[in-house]
T-cell receptor
Framework: GIQVEQSPPDLILQEGANSTLRCNFSDSVNNLQWFHQNPWGQLINLFY???GTKQNGRLSATTVATERYSLLYISSSQTTDSGVYFC???????????FGQGTTLQVKP | NAGVTQTPKFQVLKTGQSMTLQCAQD?????MYWYRQDPGMGLRLIYY???????DKGEVPNGYNVSRLNKREFSLRLESAAPSQTSVYFC???????????FGPGTRLTVL
């Protein structure tokens, strides 16, 4: 089955800095999502982005399906951005999401 | 529109006890999923239901059973809980035509 790998595993930033998180996947996908898991454990949908580029405020994401990777950009980071960022992908038509191991982000004031 | 709801939020069981985790969605989605998340890891699929009346195993189904009661509800049952089932359980739903999956708030289960 499809495999999803994220990098880096951990990231520490000063408030105001920019960052790029990467997600590589091993096969073609028909769904790719980015999630933020906040310190209370809630999974928040950031982007549904099987291909192309999307932006939402300080966050944006790009998926290059032909090269099997996706990038999540965080600009002007804030302490509330802290938490774990997951990339998850599906192939086929069952909708079963395969998650990466996550990137743990800590933004220091 | 509550989205995906789960009950209970927290539960502590003794080894060998049974319990059912409840999940409901009000988005008229066809597909529903149960995942577990262990410390420091991503989510792994336990079972899923592509449509009302159907269920299939995911990556880690051993020790669990599921019931798709109707289009809205999908329950997960632990018949004889084991410490290895200590985890956070997430339910999710999907309208396949749209592709985006939505998650509930999770149930934190501890088995002593």
């Amino acid at each position: 089955g499809i495999q999803v790998e994220q990098s880096p595993p951990d990231l520490i930033l000063q408030e105001g800095a920019n960052s790029t998180l990467r997600c590589n996947f091993s096969d073609s996908v028909n769904n790719l999502q980015w999630f933020h898991q906040n310190p209370w454990g809630q999974l928040i949908n950031l982007f549904y982005i099987p291909s192309g580029t999307k932006q939402n405020g300080r966050l944006s994401a790009t998926t290059v399906a032909t090269e099997r990777y996706s990038l999540l950009y965080i600009s002007s980071s804030q302490t509330t951005d802290s938490g774990v960022y997951f990339c998850a992908a599906t192939s086929g038509n069952t909708g079963k999401l395969i998650f990466g191991q996550g990137t743990t982000l800590q933004v220091k004031p | 529109n509550a989205g995906v709801t789960q009950t209970p939020k927290f539960q502590v069981l003794k080894t060998g006890q049974s319990m059912t985790l409840q999940c409901a969605q009000d988005m008229n989605h066809n597909s529903m999923y149960w995942y577990r998340q262990d410390p420091g890891m991503g989510l792994r699929l336990i079972y899923y239901s592509a449509s009302e009346g159907t269920t299939d195993k995911g990556e880690v189904p051993n020790g669990y059973n599921v019931s798709r009661l109707n289009k809205r509800e999908f329950s997960l049952r632990l018949e004889s809980a084991a410490p290895s089932q200590t985890s956070v359980y997430f339910c999710a739903s999907l309208r396949v035509a749209e592709g985006e999956q939505f998650f509930g708030p999770g149930t934190r289960l501890t088995v002593l």
